[in-house]
């Protein structure tokens, strides 16, 4: 097969881990970008990015690239494109824009300008165009736009790789699956060890462990836009995905998440259910502060609260001491990996961090941090070690 320039986008942090992700699938001349990684392959390893890139949020195939000063530049070059090659008048579609550039300030309108051209061409030539449906189009288009460059491309996810379709409910502030998916796989969690999230919310981080250790692609639950192009392979997908259904293994660890909320705990065990791994997934009612967890080793990844109301400060660095307490005292011998966005309370842990990572949960700025619990003093841990 003929091999063509995709871009993976993904969140900020996660650049590297996607990289290994399509080295893994066999990608070549792979390039690092913000929030994005660069790569070549052909129709087999577009489909397969989508269904296995578990750090992913779209795949992107451009099919043009030019040079734009205004808006009457980016009709005119969009209309030089060939739709008919991509959608029929029958079709729908919708165009999504991303502007950094001192000559387009509007991502919205970029996008409107870009589907007047796509829509103008059809209604020129056939005297009806296509509709557009922001919600589930037949083809989804992407425009980008950096300085004067601008980038038009097909985008073969649809929605978002972080809506993996399990997830139908879930509590406040929900984990995105990507991130979930990123934290674990940056925090090294070896697969022999047993899993915690001991503050689990939706189940969003044990879920995605669960797909990790066994190795379920993480897109085998929903559907992709790329299987309403003109020349979508359904041979080709139908054996991509029996080979990769083919490689999940069997996993006999425990992956627990606990919660102080009965809602979590009922909307975790169905969430889980939706991705057919209830019988492997433990969730349990816990308060993390003052109950006692059956499985109190292994490794921990967690998500806790951040406070962002400023009259919840103070509630925030006294609860982040108390965690940090009871995850010494109780924890020991685990690794703790603590997500936050309340970065003046992540001081307050009363743990020296043995990592920090910058990542991003939608707009807030956060850390992820790793403490290892050992008993008593660093120096007393290397005793140990040397014995």
């Known amino acids: ?8 986008k993904t969140l900020f942090g996660f650049e590297e881990i996607l990289a290994l992700e399509l080295e893994m699938l066999g990608a070549t001349d792979i390039e690092l970008l913000t929030r994005a990684v660069r790569y070549k392959g052909d129709t087999a390893l577009l489909y397969r990015s989508n269904l296995m890139l578990r750090t992913a949020i779209k795949v992107l195939k451009p099919i ?8 009457k530049q980016l009709y005119e070059k969009v209309r030089t494109i060939n739709w008919e090659d991509y959608l029929m008048p ?3 579609l919708a165009v999504d824009g991303i502007t950094h550039s001192n000559y387009f300030n509007h991502s919205k309108f970029v996008a409107l300008k870009t589907k ?9 030539k056939y005297g009806k165009r296509p509709s557009v449906n922001v919600e589930d189009p037949d083809v989804r288009i992407s425009v980008h736009i950096a300085d004067t460059t601008c980038t038009i491309s097909l985008d073969s996810s649809g929605k978002s790789l972080g809506k993996r379709g399990y997830k139908t409910s879930q509590v406040y502030a929900p984990l995105s699956e990507v991130l979930a998916a990123g934290i674990i796989m940056l925090s090294g969690w070896d697969r022999d060890t047993d899993f915690i999230d001991p503050m ?5 981080i044990p879920i995605e462990a669960a797909l ?8 085998c639950f929903r559907e992709f836009t790329f299987e309403n192009w003109n020349d979508f392979d359904e041979n080709l997908w139908e054996n991509i995905l029996e080979e990769e259904k083919s490689k999940i293994v069997d996993f006999d660890g425990n992956i627990v998440g606990y919660d ?10 169905a969430n889980a259910e939706r991705a057919d791994l209830d019988d492997m997934l433990i969730f349990q009612k816990n308060n993390f502060m003052t109950g006692e967890p059956e499985i109190k080793q292994g490794h921990i990844v967690m998500n806790p609260p951040y406070g962002e109301r400023l009259e919840e400060d103070n509630d925030m660095l006294e609860f982040y001491g108390e965690m940090g307490t009871k995850l010494k005292h109780y924890y020991e011998g685990s690794d703790a990996w603590i997500l936050s966005a309340n970065l003046r309370a992540l001081k307050f842990v009363g743990l ?10 939608g707009p807030l700025e956060c850390r992820l941090q790793k403490f290892e619990l050992y008993r008593g003093s660093k120096k007393f841990k290397k005793m140990e070690k040397d014995l």
Not at 1 to 8: L, R, S, W
Not at 212 to 219: L, M, Q, V, Y
């Open 64 to 71: 043009a690239t030019f040079t734009v000063h205004n808006d």
């Open 1 to 8: 097969m003929e091999k063509f320039e995709i871009i993976a």
């Open 90 to 92: 029958i079709d729908t």
């Open 116 to 124: 007047d051209a796509i829509v103008d061409q059809f209604r020129d």
């Open 200 to 204: 689990c919310g939706s189940g969003t």
């Open 260 to 269: 102080v909320d009965p809602r979590a705990i009922e909307i975790s065990r």
């Open 352 to 361: 020296r961090p043995s990592r920090k990572i910058k990542l991003f949960n």
């Open 212 to 219: 990790i250790a066994r190795n379920i692609p993480p897109g």
